[in-house]
T-cell receptor
């Protein structure tokens, strides 16, 4: 257990569906992250929230919409996805997002399949 | 551009030693981290190197050479449970982690 939970663990959706991924951390951290991991590709940072403020958005398509209502919860809202969006979506948290040596704690991920 | 290189796959024998190499090119550098990732589980932090020293934690050690843009993760007394992917990531000038594709380590009896 890393102190970061993600739900659901698996999700299959059609291209016209709307779904949301949820992440919760019980570590008292102030920074939270969404990553995408596609097969045989490096982890891609999608969004960073530091003290509930979005500080990074790495050119992610608008069909992915993050929400961070408080420092413990992070959502990723999905709408009209494409099959190439099928991947493992990992959430992580750290004490804050601005220091070197800042260990990130990961959740187990949501395996997303878009049909 | 920013780039992290590590081998795609390695195979080693139980009880042996294996070294996983990682080279990096980033815009600025604020350290390098290693993570272990078992399929279906959360990636877990192994080490952080900010200086050119050997960091040792039990059976695992990590080394950094900033002048060479190079790091390695050394695993001793390999166990079957060490079969996993090992992710190398360098922290750039914005403290953003730039990730490699991971090295899948297969341990054979």
């Amino acid at each position: 257990e890393t102190g970061v939970t993600q739900t659901p663990r698996h999700l299959v959706m059609g291209m016209t569906n709307k779904k949301s991924l949820k992440c919760e951390q019980h570590l008292g951290h102030n920074a939270m992250y969404w990553y995408k991991q596609s097969a045989k590709k490096p982890l891609e940072l999608m969004f960073v929230y530091n003290f509930k403020e979005q500080t990074e958005n790495n050119s992610v398509p608008s069909r992915f919409s993050p929400e961070c209502p408080n420092s413990s919860h992070l959502f990723l809202h999905l709408h009209t996805l494409q099959p190439e969006d099928s991947a493992l979506y990992l959430c992580a948290s750290s004490q804050d997002g601005t220091s070197g040596g800042n260990e990130q704690f990961f959740g187990p991920g949501t395996r997303l399949t878009v049909l | 551009g920013q780039n992290i290189d590590q081998p795609t796959e390695m195979t080693a024998t139980e009880g042996a030693i294996v070294q996983i190499n990682c080279t990096y090119q980033t815009s600025g550098f604020n350290g390098l981290v290693w993570y272990q990732h078992h399929a279906g589980a959360a990636p877990t932090f192994l080490s952080y190197n900010g200086l050119d020293v050997l960091e040792e934690k039990g059976r695992f050690s990590s080394f950094l050479s900033r002048s060479k843009g190079y790091s390695y993760l050394l695993l001793k007394e390999l166990q079957m449970k060490d079969s996993a992917s090992y992710l190398c990531a360098a922290m750039d000038s914005n403290y953003q982690l730039i990730w490699g594709t991971g090295t899948k380590l297969i341990i054979k009896p």
